[in-house]
């Protein structure tokens, strides 16, 4: 019942009504202040300060028989000190002071501590609404039975002294003659102060006739009379006999209302202090979750001022509380966002409450980062105050992460061009265009030849920095429109728009040639890098995305089998080979593990002796349906497939074994040299292979003879020597292959532990006759003497080559014209019939031919 007025405050009941006068003041003067101006209690001011109260029933505890009682100075007999009340308080501040403190009025002041008015307990009861509790209360058990009834002709000196001894507020005064009751009250004895006459007759000062009631009335009905007529008592009769009961006083049935008030405050009070723990509770646990969250949390009030931050919004933007907290969240503000982005912000959160979005903001070191923020608005209980939660994480690296997924998916991560599918994609929408404006495209394949190499000699960080030299190269040769993607590996492809002629295709392929023509710098070194190119037209080598790649994929092959670094327009002839190349790698898969590969042998010839000194296996693979195909057409696929390893195991292994076998059998032969790809150095480990073989075989190391080609040492000369002595620490000789045609670095001859250099077939082939080569045989082998090294001519094809290289003191020779390379038994035959001839001299049998 109090829920509604409990929040009331002083100001809407106290009474303006001040009635002040000085300490000085006579009882007589204050009495005669406090009538004039009907109020019942007066406040005493010393110094222009309120020092005491002086109320009317006050004045019946004064002593009476004093004769300067009316004259005495109020400040004598004032009560003090005075309790006092803020005019915004409530009306439960104010009872329970009244309840605290025993009394029944408080001085009212204002904000600035002025006096402002009076307010009493009953003002307060009177505002609670209480009517319906009074409706269920009988005055039969509030009445004061025991009062005392006087004579009319008793004189007032005896009231006062019965209200006095009983601690009534009244006496009952009974006038015999007119049968009739009249009531004297504690107002009434303030005015015979006024009077000075204690002898009057108490029916003078009695009031008459009395309002009456019974005993089964109810305290609402006594408390309207009361309040209707203006009086402060009801006499009490016994229904029907009228005989007086008792006294019935407004102070009786206030002090009732007062009980009721204040056990219904107290069990308000009593549950809003569960409330109020509860709600620390709450707080507490709210303020642990905002502490230990991992989001940012900021609470701001609808001003905008920021008045709490939570320790992950100190991690999160570089701010401590100190330098925030009554600031704006402006402060946060990276610019990104204009002045619209934030006014739909603040309209979507006024209409639904809850704001959410990504949000760029800036850190205190100034760093802009993306936050997903939510906005939540707050009303405040009690209060018409509205405050703001933002709880945000730091999402930047999670938009960073889903951009670069996005990139991934459409460009390639190395070199940022388009991949394969968004070129699709292009080539897709250009192809519709060129279908509806009858107009030609071009799609171009570019593939960098020997990449592998570069990558396996130099490293793949040097492997990275071609492709993307190479992307940047050919970029800046394209026309607006057209698209140059990375299809993976060294492949690339354009699409070119603007084509009207064949002749268009063949100048750009021309431009990229010679684009690529100028040495790329890796590093510290220059690497010249070419590229074999392929173009397929449409309409006329393909209408759609899928034969178009095809046809331009296979005359770019068709350029690479011509000898790389050139570019081919498509022809339909051209399928039939690719075709081949295709079938011929998925072969070559199964032909490793199926058994069709075999060693032939071709012998190295002394030039002194005429002895064979060494023979060199060469791997052959002998297919079912196509017969022998040579290692120069399928060495460089087994690299591309990256089965080089293998092979070479299995040769490594084959040429052991056979060797163990040949010894066995009692031939005489040096040593077995051994192809090793250079590729197998940097993906294999040739040292465990080889004492793996070795052991197998149980054949001494120095039995065979590995050749190596100067590819193999070029990206690490360090780690190239380290593995050559390991290899010859166990006995294996190494034979530097194909000299000449490479880097030809006189550095490898005198800083690698070499024993044979064999000088490539292509200078073999032009001597004794082009002018030129003949000196650069010469200058490599008297080189080479001169190292110490043993001299080998590859490719000896006619006598006068082997005569010229006799001269010239070349140690030894292989070559169709002592022997082709032979299978296993036409070898033994050649073997055993050249013993017979061994003694016969060189020139003999050279001049045979
Ligand atoms: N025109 C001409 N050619 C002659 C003459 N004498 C020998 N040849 C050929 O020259 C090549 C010599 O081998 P290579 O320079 O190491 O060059 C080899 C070698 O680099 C590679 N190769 C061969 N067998 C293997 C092997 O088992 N493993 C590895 N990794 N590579 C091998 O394939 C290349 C080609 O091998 P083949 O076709 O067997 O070709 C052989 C051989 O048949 C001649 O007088 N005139």
Not at 327 to 336: A, E, F, Q, R
Request: one cysteine or more.
């Amino acid at each position: 019942m109090m829920g509604d007025t409990r929040q009331l405050q002083i100001k809407d009941v106290y009474s303006h009504n001040l009635l002040c006068c000085d300490y000085t003041t006579r009882l007589y003067d204050a009495l005669s202040l406090m009538r004039e101006r009907r109020v019942s209690s007066i406040f005493i001011e010393q110094d222009g300060k309120i020092v005491g109260i002086w109320t009317e029933s006050d004045c019946v505890s004064l002593d009476f028989e004093h004769s300067g009682l009316a004259q005495t100075a109020i400040g004598n007999i004032m009560n003090a000190p005075v309790h006092d009340i803020l005019i915004n308080q409530t009306l439960s501040e104010a009872t329970i002071k009244f309840h605290q403190l025993g009394i029944r009025h408080l001085l009212v002041k204002d904000a600035h501590n002025q006096p402002q008015g009076v307010v009493s307990l009953s003002d307060i009861v009177r505002n609670q609404g209480l009517d319906h509790y009074l409706h269920f209360r009988p005055i039969e058990d509030h009445f004061e039975s025991q009062i005392s009834t006087l004579d009319a002709e008793a004189c007032i000196s005896e009231a006062i002294h019965a209200m006095r001894r009983d601690r009534t507020t009244a006496v009952l005064v009974y006038n015999q003659a007119l049968a009739e009751y009249g009531i004297i009250t504690q107002r009434d004895v303030a005015y015979v102060i006024l009077n000075q006459d204690w002898r009057m007759p108490c029916w003078e000062l009695a009031s008459y006739p009395m309002e009456s009631m019974t005993p089964k009335d109810s305290l609402f009905d006594a408390y309207r009379l009361m309040t209707a007529r203006s009086i402060r008592h009801l006499v009490i009769r016994e229904p029907g006999s009228d005989a007086v009961m008792g006294l019935l006083a407004l102070k009786n049935v206030l002090t009732e209302i007062e009980t009721a008030y204040c056990s219904e405050l107290e069990k308000v009070l009593a549950q809003r202090d569960l409330a109020l723990q509860k709600s620390e509770k709450n707080l507490y646990l709210a303020n642990r979750i905002i502490d230990a969250s991992l989001d940012g949390i900021m609470i701001t009030r609808a001003n905008g001022e920021i008045i709490q931050i939570n320790p992950a919004f100190s991690a999160l933007t570089g701010y401590q509380d100190y330098e925030v907290l009554g600031k704006n969240p402006s402060i946060l503000s990276s610019g990104v966002h204009g002045q619209d982005y934030y006014e739909r912000m603040w309209k979507e959160l006024r209409h639904k409450g809850v704001w959410q979005g990504e949000i760029c903001n800036k850190r205190k070191n100034g760093e802009v980062y993306v936050e997903w923020l939510t906005i939540i608005e707050i009303n405040e209980p009690y209060s018409d105050d509205v405050l703001y939660a933002a709880i945000f994480s730091d999402i930047t690296e999670r938009k960073n992460a889903e951009e670069k997924i996005a990139r991934l998916a459409y460009f390639d991560e190395l070199t940022g061009l388009p991949n394969r599918r968004l070129f699709y994609d292009r080539l897709s929408m250009a192809l519709a265009s060129a279908q509806r404006d009858k107009h030609k495209l071009s799609v171009m394949f570019i593939d960098l030849d020997r990449f592998k190499e570069v990558n396996d000699t130099l490293g793949h960080s040097a492997g990275d920095k071609l492709l993307s030299q190479v992307s940047e190269r050919i970029k800046a040769i394209l026309k607006p429109g057209d698209t140059l993607a990375r299809l993976g590996g060294d492949e690339f492809v354009v699409l070119l728009t603007e084509v009207e002629q064949m002749d268009d295709v063949v100048s750009f392929a021309d431009q990229v040639l010679s684009e690529l023509s100028v040495p790329f710098a890796l590093g510290e070194l220059n690497v010249a890098a070419t590229a074999s190119l392929g173009a397929a037209i449409y309409p006329e080598d393909g209408l759609d995305s899928e034969s178009l790649l095809k046809h331009a994929d296979v005359a770019m092959y068709r350029s690479k089998e011509l000898g790389r670094n050139s570019f081919q327009l498509y022809k339909a002839s051209m399928n039939a080979r690719s075709l081949e190349r295709l079938s011929m790698l998925s072969r070559f898969q199964s032909a490793l593990e199926g058994g069709e590969f075999e060693l032939h042998y071709q012998p190295l010839r002394c030039l002194t002796s005429g002895r064979i000194m060494s023979v060199e296996c060469l791997l052959r693979w002998q297919d079912p349906n196509l017969g022998t195909i040579s290692p120069a057409q399928f060495i460089p696929l087994a690299e591309e497939l990256g089965l080089i390893v293998k092979v070479d195991q299995w040769v490594i292994n084959e040429a052991c074994r056979q060797m163990a076998q040949w010894l066995k059998e009692g031939l005489d032969i040096r040593r077995i040299a051994i192809n090793i790809s250079a590729s197998h150095l940097s993906q294999g480990d040739l040292v465990m292979t080889m004492a793996k073989a070795l052991e197998q075989h149980n054949l001494d190391g120095r039995y065979v003879e590995l050749e190596l080609t100067e590819t193999s040492f070029v990206s690490n000369l360090h780690d190239a020597k380290v593995l050559l002595k390991k290899l010859k620490n166990l006995g294996v000789s190494i034979a530097l292959d194909d000299f000449g045609t490479g880097y030809s670095a006189l550095s490898y001859l005198t800083k690698l532990p070499i024993d044979i250099l064999k000088i490539d077939a292509s200078f073999i082939a032009k001597i004794p006759d082009e002018y030129g080569n003949s000196e650069i045989v010469t200058a490599i082998v008297a080189m080479a003497k001169a190292l110490n090294l043993h001299v080998v001519a590859e490719g000896v094809e006619k006598s006068v080559q082997q005569k010229f290289l006799q001269k010239l003191g070349c140690h030894t020779m292989q070559g169709y014209h002592y022997c082709r390379p032979l299978p296993q038994s036409d070898w033994l035959n050649f073997y055993r019939s050249q013993r017979g001839l061994e003694a016969a001299p060189l020139q003999r049998l050279a001049g045979g031919r």
